[in-house]
Each structure stands twice: as structure tokens, then as C-alpha cells.
């Protein structure tokens, strides 16, 4: 693309907003600020190995897991941009044990909450893989004028106003979904903005990737497991399998599913009979993308936006991606369903 057909993404959500001659501009101003707090990550990211910002934290978040240095920064960042826009009422974030209300006049009038994994893949940080930021905003159900509650924060992915990412690889991109569909923005180093680079991201019905650990497959259900042997036994006519790829960071995983097709999937099993990851942080953000992109996700049972969330770090199972592929899998989890784990 030529320097002088450069869209920002500043542009192309003002051009968006102008198809809806009631908007605000509310929602475009927190997706402004989410792609502000992106760069400054960004430039940690890049910078990690030159100052100290590499290693653990030395303490744990509410979900038992050790932190990272790196996800102290995102965390901080992205509460403290997203307090000083004044569109945003609160936060909830995987690193915080309960949401955070804004106090000020401004945010109580505010109408929308935003809820983020900080800083997702954490773990790959020393190793230099790819790691992201996952967000979802929600409007607000509380009463205006007054502090957000928790009831903002506990809605089901199918209220969502808009979700997206943002990939620290070997480029920085920024992918958001709304109800209009989902579009892909890489920063720009030489000017500082993220510009339009995938328009219209469309999921692939079919695939030929699957993305699980594996290691763990011993865990798993039989109907898991039955579904694996099909992968591996799957195109044996053509002369060779489904590929299997697992990068350990969803968003990574995720994104590569989104522009190629496939399906990503982190099912129950005997250590976490409840699913591992968490349904407001990450599934529900990346099933609001797949799903307006023409994809599917579900826990199992019922599409991932369909269910009413109890608490704020639930956790659920997730298979996700391509439809054709996620209907599969369906298959043969229900057809072992009686089976025990």
C-alpha cells in the first residue's frame, strides 16, 4: 500500500461512526486510548531485553500465577490511560482481584466498562515469542452518574459493544471487532499510528491447523482424544494430516487462526475440570472477534457469548475458529459425553 492510501485507524473509526448519525464518538475515543496504551507497551516490549523489565515480579495474581515485570507495566498502563479517558466508567483486569470504579464525575457519567488480560502469553516473554493484549468493552448496565458495579463487568459476551487485540510480534498489529465486523491496523514505526492493513477479516470456514497442547492430551476426554486420532488419521488419502500448532499465547494462536483458518482450542480436562481459560478476559473477547469474522466458539455446550458469567475470573473451556472445524470437534465431544474424563 502506497504511504499516500494510509488510513489510520483514528480515520477509519471516525469514518465508522459517521454511519451512525446517533453516535457519540464515546466508544471510537476507548479504542483510541486501548490503541495508545498498545504503542506505549509496544515500545517495553521492544525494549525488554535492554532494561530491566525481563523476569518475574516476585508475587502472584488473583488467579495464582507468578507475574511477570512485563505484566505489572501493561496492567499499569492500561489503567492509568484508560482513568484519564474520560469514556471509560472502570476497568476489570486478570490482574486485579475485583474491578476498579473511577471516581471522578466524569467516568461516573461515562457509559462504557472495559475489561483486559494485560498482557496474555506472559510466560513467552523471556523466550521473545509473541504476546499480546486481549480487551472487550461493555455499555455500562448501572445507573449513569454513579460509580460502575460489578453487574457491569458480569455480562454475558453477547452485550459486547466491541473486543479486540493487540500482537507484540515481529509486527505490532491492532485487531477490534464491533457489530460492523472486524478490521486489522499494523503500526507504522515511522509516524507512530497504526494504519489499516487488513480490512474486512474474514475467518475460513474450514482449515488445516489445530492448536491445543497436546502434552496434555492424557487429561483429556475420551471424546478429546478421539477427536486428535482424526487429526492425525485426517487427508491420509492426500498424504498427511491436519498440522498441529500451538504457540502457548492465545492471542498469537488466535491470530494466526483468524487470517488462515483452523481452530484453537483449550478444552476441560482432570487438572481443570472447569477449562483454564477465563471467559471475560479472553474467551468472550476473542469469540465476539471470530464470531463477526463468520467463525464459531463454544465451551462445549453453548456458544462462548451466550454465557452468563457468575464471576469475575470464571474460567471456561473454549474451542474456537474455523465453523466447519468447531462442528467437528463438537462432534465427538458429544458423542463420548457419557464418558468420564
Known amino acids: 500500500m502506497s504511504q499516500s492510501k494510509l488510513i489510520t485507524m483514528d480515520e477509519f473509526t471516525i469514518q ?56 505489572i507495566f501493561a496492567n499499569d498502563t492500561l489503567i492509568n490511560i484508560l482513568q484519564n479517558c474520560t469514556e471509560c ?3 476489570g483486569s486478570e490482574e486485579n482481584d475485583d474491578h476498579i470504579s473511577y471516581q471522578d464525575t466524569f467516568s461516573a457519567n461515562s457509559k462504557y466498562v472495559v475489561l483486559f488480560d494485560p498482557l496474555d502469553g506472559s510466560s513467552n516473554i523471556d523466550v521473545n515469542a509473541p504476546i499480546g493484549t486481549i480487551f472487550a468493552i461493555y455499555r455500562r448496565v448501572s445507573e449513569l452518574g454513579k460509580p460502575c458495579t460489578e453487574a457491569d463487568f458480569l455480562q454475558a459476551g453477547k452485550n459486547l459493544m466491541a473486543a479486540g487485540y493487540i500482537i507484540y510480534g515481529s509486527s505490532t498489529m491492532m485487531v477490534y471487532a464491533t457489530r460492523l465486523g472486524v478490521n486489522g491496523f499494523t503500526l507504522e514505526p515511522s509516524i507512530g499510528e497504526f494504519c489499516l492493513s487488513h480490512p474486512n477479516m474474514k475467518c475460513a470456514e474450514n482449515g488445516k491447523i489445530y492448536s491445543l497442547n497436546q502434552g496434555n492430551s492424557i487429561k483429556y476426554s475420551d471424546g478429546m482424544q478421539a477427536y486428535l486420532n482424526y487429526c492425525m488419521e485426517h487427508n491420509k488419502e492426500e498424504g498427511r494430516p491436519l498440522t498441529q500448532r500451538y504457540i502457548g499465547s492465545m492471542v498469537a ?4 487462526t483468524l487470517i488462515k483458518g483452523g481452530i484453537f482450542m483449550y478444552p476441560a480436562d482432570k487438572s481443570n475440570p472447569n477449562g483454564k481459560l477465563r471467559l471475560q478476559y479472553e474467551c468472550n473477547p476473542m469469540a465476539f472477534i471470530v464470531e463477526a469474522a463468520g467463525g464459531k466458539a463454544t465451551n462445549g455446550h453453548e456458544n462462548i457469548l451466550d454465557i452468563v458469567p457468575t464471576e469475575l475470573h470464571q474460567r471456561v473451556p473454549i474451542y474456537i475458529g474455523s465453523k466447519n472445524m468447531v462442528n467437528k470437534v463438537m462432534e465427538y465431544v458429544k458423542e463420548h459425553a457419557t464418558t468420564p474424563m
Do not use: C, W, Y
Open 89 to 91: 466508567a472502570g476497568i
Open 253 to 256: 494462536d488466535m491470530h494466526r
Open 16 to 71: 465508522e461512526t459517521r454511519k451512525f448519525p446517533q453516535a457519540t464518538g464515546d466508544l471510537s475515543a476507548i479504542l483510541r486510548d486501548l490503541g495508545l496504551a498498545g504503542k506505549v507497551i509496544n515500545n517495553q516490549v521492544r525494549r525488554a531485553g535492554l532494561v530491566d523489565i525481563l523476569g518475574k515480579h516476585g508475587a502472584t495474581n488473583v488467579q495464582g500465577e507468578e507475574q511477570m515485570k512485563l505484566d
